[in-house]
DNA sequence: TCGTTAACATTTTTT
DNA sequence: ATGTTAACGA
């Protein structure tokens, strides 16, 4: 009897979801299924007895995909998937390193910094050893230090020819050792401990390779070197690697992302299989033709080509303003002929290259009434005032967390100032101890009465003690609370004027960590003490039970455990996940063990609230929340191209098409540069289902200056027929003027034309952002002007060939 | 220690 | 234009 997961599935999706247990690419393209495939084969082979929850491991790249995918599999199965490693790739390494932090070299309440605590770390590292930071910008610096761990590379490792980079890599050491003493890491590091764990140590590596007999990973095309690394390390050579990705939509080379893996995936890991995913059940015809012409002027492709069924639908709606402000207005206009023709606005796109771009768009959709929401502000937890309230829940955890110790000693203000803290820096370096430390040797005759709140370092050391103390029998958002009150947080806001909101985020943290202890998804996190004796069995279960007798851990376990018996999973031998050697617990997973000896405090059997803790720590940096304004209302989407992968809408409007600005001007240097700009462009065309409007302006404000600009050579790329123009300013080639506009619809016409600037030259018969053509540049705008008469000279932006200056007397310029 | 001013840079971003 | 950070003076 055939499975109902499988109806309902074409030909290939069908022959992807049934491959047989060997690694596979499946190479997906955009609307074409992919994330189903997925999530299907994932249950299908569950269904099927192929293989146990515990024995798979699904890899993502963002939290949201891993959710997406828990959700899918339980709707489809019901299984408890509390317990799968379904996750992202740091998610998963940082479980992975809570289950075997001694191996790892780890103390078990490790945190997890993020970019701005590493750039701020950095910055440290290069203060305290003199490093001048005008010829190395801390930024920079935590961005090689990042680069060269993607790459799996220790300091030892680089190649440092040059003076530069000798002097970055001994930052890295610095930065290195620092970290080790702290106790901290950070994402990049997450993924390469893991990765060096599982190399270093067999029985480890041996334990997950028997364990997960199939491996899956999602958007393949966004891994880098690291990740791609640490696949193969874990799948081994016997185990089944399901890849699923599109080359079309990498986008994020600059952030360490290998296309190249893709090709390369075949023969490193063996690939019997690559399917091509087609058919694109998203948008209509002429949509999906311009993609695939646009695309098709890439070099750089596995090759692929998107048909549908569905009718060709509309026409692609082209429109050149004069200025970003009058496409604003074009824009929203045409959103409330959209509104009023029945469309929800949440299915309503708005996509810009870049984030400077929604400024004019957002003026012009407060003006006119049109409720939308901007993605990618700042997330809940980088906030300043979570970030402050975690730093003290950090140092309760880990009090030698020296960030999170830098970032509150002095606030709210306690008399804390610069030279305190350096001669703490001082006692601390001599000792070769953490801050923490030396603040408890210096600050500290322990004795006083401890009620007497005092200033300075010794106030602050009894504070945190006081804390530590406090949070010892209470749960985790009493904690919180604790740590508000305390610590002086809530006071000080209140007394700051824009002090309410700040006021209402720690209040929402506090729910947050309400929520979050008893979320069942949480086990998207990890559960340190007896997650490696999960894929066991039951007897192994059991002995992890008895064992370690945490409490919490047990709960997690005996749940999961009671699933997979009512869905049959008990002990069925045969099955890589359960003829695991039984020595592999003593040997290896010690936390919590049979010994108890581990010094941490979560090593404490009767510490549910620390793992908690620990745990919610993790979640803030893992995953820092929404990154959107209000959900709820129907409200019109702003985002960048890059923040719409893997989205849809019913129409889209992709902005400011012009050169400069999308391609990006600081791509066209880099290689493969262009190509990368025009994967983004084909994601924005992608993302529609029915409706696409392309837009642009010939000047724009950026900077707080007005740029004159030519439309994107993308635009040039998408064939004519398939483009209707709302604004016929806009020519390629033919020398009839650009300003045949034919009677526009009032709404559509210039609102307020930005005046040119003059030009000196009188009686030139050119302007600034005027039009022209050239016979051998092509078409431009005229961006600047200088001299008169004989010696006047433009200079003109002709967009792919460049900005260049040119000598009216001798330049054939004509006006288009 | 805190508040003001000057300098500065400004693609894309998840974890 | 704008928002953030570094340096400076009360």
Same mark, same amino acid.
Request: hydrophobic content about 40%; aromatic content about 8%; some cysteine.
């Given at each position: 009897?055939?499975?109902?997961?499988?109806?309902?599935?074409? @030909?290939?999706?069908?022959?992807?979801?049934?491959?047989?247990?060997?690694?596979?690419?499946?190479?997906?393209?955009?609307?074409?299924?992919?994330?189903?495939?997925?999530?299907?084969?994932?249950?299908?082979?569950?269904?099927?007895?192929?293989?146990?929850?515990?024995?798979?491991?699904?890899?993502?790249?963002?939290?949201?995909?891993?959710r997406?995918?828990?959700?899918?599999?339980?709707?489809?199965?019901?299984?408890?998937?509390?317990?799968?490693?379904?996750?992202? &790739?740091?998610?998963?390494?940082?479980?992975?390193?809570?289950?075997?932090?001694?191996?790892?070299?780890?103390?078990?309440?490790?945190?997890?910094?993020?970019?701005?605590d590493?750039?701020?770390?950095?910055?440290?590292?290069?203060?305290?050893?003199?490093?001048?930071?005008?010829?190395?910008?801390?930024?920079?610096?935590?961005?090689?230090?990042?680069?060269?761990?993607?790459?799996?590379?220790?300091?030892g490792?680089?190649?440092?020819?040059?003076?530069?980079?000798?002097? /970055?890599?001994?930052?890295?050491t610095?930065?290195?050792? $620092?970290?080790?003493?702290?106790?901290?890491?950070?994402?990049?590091?997450?993924?390469?401990?893991?990765?060096?764990?599982?190399?270093?140590?067999?029985?480890?590596r041996?334990?997950?390779?028997?364990?997960?007999?199939?491996?899956?990973?999602?958007?393949?095309?966004?891994?880098?070197?690291?990740?791609?690394?640490?696949?193969?390390?874990?799948?081994?050579?016997?185990?089944?690697?399901?890849?699923v990705?599109?080359?079309?939509?990498?986008?994020?080379?600059?952030?360490?992302?290998?296309?190249?893996?893709?090709?390369? &995936?075949?023969?490193?890991?063996?690939?019997?299989?690559?399917?091509?995913?087609?058919?694109?059940?998203?948008?209509?015809?002429?949509? %999906?033709?311009?993609?695939?012409?646009?695309?098709?002027?890439?070099?750089?492709?596995?090759?692929?080509?998107?048909?549908?069924?569905?009718?060709?639908?509309e @026409?692609?709606?082209?429109?050149?303003?004069?200025?970003?402000?009058?496409?604003?207005? &074009?824009?929203?206009?045409?959103?409330?002929?959209?509104?009023?023709?029945?469309?929800?606005?949440?299915?309503?796109?708005?996509?810009?290259?870049?984030?400077?771009q929604?400024?004019?768009?957002?003026?012009?959709?407060?003006?006119?009434?049109?409720?939308?929401?901007?993605?990618?502000?700042?997330?809940?937890?980088?906030? $300043?005032?979570?970030?402050h309230?975690?730093?003290?829940?950090?140092?309760?955890?880990?009090?030698?967390?020296?960030?999170? /110790?830098?970032?509150?000693?002095?606030?709210?203000?306690?008399?804390?100032?610069?030279?305190?803290?350096?001669? %703490?820096?001082?006692?601390?370096?001599a000792?070769?101890?953490?801050?923490?430390?030396?603040?408890?040797?210096?600050?500290?005759?322990?004795?006083?009465?401890?009620?007497?709140?005092?200033k300075?370092?010794?106030?602050?050391?009894?504070?945190?003690?006081?804390l530590?103390?406090e949070?010892?029998?209470?749960?985790?958002?009493e904690?919180?609370?604790?740590?508000?009150?305390?610590?002086?947080?809530?006071?000080?806001?209140?007394?700051?004027?824009?002090?309410?909101?700040?006021?209402?985020?720690?209040?929402?943290?506090?729910?947050?960590?309400?929520?979050?202890?008893?979320?069942?998804?949480?086990?998207l996190?990890?559960?340190?003490?007896?997650?490696s004796?999960?894929?066991?069995?039951?007897?192994?279960?059991?002995?992890?039970?008895?064992?370690?007798?945490?409490?919490?851990?047990?709960?997690?376990?005996?749940?999961?455990?009671?699933?997979?018996?009512?869905?049959?999973?008990?002990?069925?031998?045969?099955?890589?996940?359960?003829?695991?050697?039984?020595?592999?617990?003593?040997?290896?997973?010690?936390?919590?063990?049979?010994?108890?000896?581990?010094?941490?405090?979560?090593?404490?059997?009767?510490?549910?609230?620390?793992?908690?803790?620990?745990?919610?720590?993790?979640?803030?940096?893992?995953?820092?929340?929404?990154?959107?304004?209000?959900?709820?209302?129907?409200?019109?989407?702003?985002?960048?191209?890059?923040?719409?992968?893997?989205?849809?809408?019913?129409?889209?409007?992709?902005?400011?098409?012009?050169?400069?600005?999308? @391609?990006?001007?600081?791509?066209?240097?880099?290689?493969?540069?262009?190509?990368?700009?025009?994967?983004?462009?084909?994601?924005?065309?992608?993302?529609?289902?029915r409706? /696409?409007?392309?837009?642009?302006?010939?000047?724009?404000?950026?900077?707080?200056?007005?740029?004159?600009?030519?439309?994107?050579?993308?635009?040039?790329?998408?064939?004519?027929?398939?483009?209707?123009?709302?604004?016929?300013?806009?020519?390629?080639?033919?020398?009839?003027?650009?300003?045949?506009?034919?009677?526009?619809?009032?709404?559509?016409?210039?609102?307020?034309?930005?005046?040119?600037p003059?030009?000196?030259?009188?009686?030139?018969?050119?302007?600034?952002?005027?039009?022209?053509?050239?016979?051998?540049?092509?078409?431009?705008?005229?961006?600047?002007?200088?001299?008169?008469?004989?010696?006047?000279?433009?200079?003109?932006?002709?967009?792919?060939?460049?900005?260049?200056?040119?000598?009216?007397?001798?330049?054939?310029?004509d006006?288009?």
């Amino acid at each position: 009897m055939q499975s109902r997961l499988l109806e309902n599935l074409n @030909p290939e999706q069908l022959a992807a979801v049934t491959l047989p247990r060997e690694s596979a690419m499946i190479l997906a393209g955009a609307g074409s299924g992919k994330t189903r495939v997925l999530t299907t084969r994932i249950a299908w082979l569950i269904e099927t007895r192929q293989v146990n929850p515990l024995g798979l491991l699904a890899v993502t790249f963002t939290n949201k995909a891993a959710r997406e995918m828990l959700t899918r599999i339980s709707a489809m199965l019901p299984i408890n998937t509390r317990g799968m490693w379904v996750g992202t &790739f740091h998610g998963l390494a940082n479980r992975m390193l809570r289950a075997h932090h001694r191996e790892a070299g780890l103390p078990q309440t490790f945190q997890i910094m993020d970019t701005a605590d590493q750039v701020a770390l950095v910055k440290r590292m290069m203060k305290a050893n003199g490093v001048d930071e005008e010829r190395f910008k801390p930024r920079d610096t935590a961005w090689f230090i990042s680069a060269q761990k993607d790459a799996g590379l220790r300091p030892g490792s680089v190649e440092a020819f040059d003076d530069q980079t000798r002097q /970055l890599v001994e930052i890295y050491t610095m930065y290195e050792a $620092q970290c080790q003493r702290e106790g901290v890491t950070d994402f990049a590091e997450l993924i390469l401990r893991s990765y060096e764990l599982l190399a270093r140590n067999e029985a480890i590596r041996e334990h997950y390779r028997a364990r997960f007999a199939h491996i899956l990973v999602d958007e393949f095309q966004d891994t880098n070197r690291l990740q791609f690394d640490w696949l193969k390390l874990i799948a081994g050579a016997q185990n089944a690697v399901f890849a699923v990705g599109d080359d079309d939509q990498s986008v994020y080379s600059f952030r360490g992302a290998k296309v190249a893996n893709m090709r390369d &995936f075949e023969r490193e890991f063996n690939a019997g299989t690559i399917i091509k995913l087609e058919q694109n059940y998203r948008s209509h015809g002429n949509i %999906l033709e311009a993609a695939n012409v646009l695309i098709g002027h890439n070099q750089q492709r596995l090759g692929k080509n998107l048909w549908t069924s569905e009718s060709q639908g509309e @026409p692609i709606r082209l429109f050149e303003a004069q200025t970003d402000f009058e496409e604003a207005q &074009f824009i929203v206009e045409q959103v409330r002929d959209l509104k009023a023709a029945g469309v929800p606005l949440v299915e309503v796109a708005l996509l810009y290259r870049s984030n400077a771009q929604s400024r004019v768009l957002e003026h012009a959709l407060f003006s006119a009434g049109l409720p939308y929401r901007v993605y990618g502000g700042l997330r809940f937890f980088e906030r $300043q005032e979570i970030k402050h309230a975690l730093a003290y829940l950090r140092l309760v955890a880990n009090p030698d967390d020296d960030a999170a /110790l830098l970032r509150v000693i002095n606030f709210p203000t306690r008399g804390i100032g610069a030279r305190s803290i350096e001669q %703490l820096q001082d006692t601390a370096r001599a000792g070769g101890t953490s801050l923490w430390q030396a603040a408890c040797s210096r600050g500290g005759s322990k004795g006083g009465s401890p009620d007497a709140p005092r200033k300075g370092v010794e106030g602050f050391v009894l504070l945190i003690d006081r804390l530590r103390n406090e949070c010892a029998g209470i749960t985790l958002p009493e904690m919180i609370e604790a740590v508000i009150e305390r610590s002086g947080l809530r006071t000080h806001y209140e007394a700051e004027r824009e002090g309410a909101d700040r006021i209402a985020n720690l209040d929402e943290l506090v729910n947050a960590a309400a929520q979050f202890s008893d979320d069942p998804m949480r086990m998207l996190e990890m559960e340190a003490d007896a997650d490696s004796f999960a894929s066991q069995g039951p007897a192994a279960l059991a002995a992890a039970r008895q064992a370690t007798g945490a409490l919490a851990a047990d709960a997690a376990e005996a749940e999961a455990d009671a699933a997979m018996l009512a869905a049959g999973f008990d002990d069925r031998p045969g099955l890589p996940a359960t003829d695991v050697d039984d020595d592999f617990n003593t040997d290896t997973n010690v936390d919590g063990g049979t010994g108890g000896t581990d010094g941490g405090i979560a090593a404490a059997p009767d510490a549910p609230a620390d793992q908690l803790l620990i745990q919610f720590l993790s979640h803030a940096s893992l995953e820092a929340g929404d990154n959107q304004a209000n959900a709820g209302d129907d409200a019109l989407q702003l985002m960048t191209v890059h923040a719409s992968k893997g989205l849809e809408f019913h129409s889209v409007f992709a902005s400011g098409l012009e050169e400069g600005l999308f @391609p990006h001007e600081n791509s066209l240097n880099d290689a493969g540069g262009v190509e990368e700009e025009r994967r983004l462009m084909y994601v924005a065309v992608t993302r529609a289902r029915r409706r /696409l409007y392309l837009t642009f302006a010939q000047s724009r404000m950026l900077h707080g200056q007005t740029r004159y600009n030519v439309a994107s050579r993308f635009l040039r790329e998408i064939p004519v027929k398939l483009l209707k123009r709302l604004s016929p300013t806009y020519e390629r080639g033919g020398g009839s003027t650009s300003f045949d506009r034919p009677r526009t619809p009032a709404s559509y016409a210039p609102v307020q034309v930005q005046q040119a600037p003059k030009i000196e030259a009188a009686g030139m018969p050119f302007r600034i952002g005027q039009n022209v053509r050239h016979a051998k540049f092509g078409g431009g705008v005229i961006i600047d002007a200088e001299g008169r008469g004989s010696d006047a000279r433009v200079q003109v932006n002709f967009g792919r060939e460049g900005v260049k200056w040119l000598a009216l007397a001798y330049a054939k310029l004509d006006p288009a």
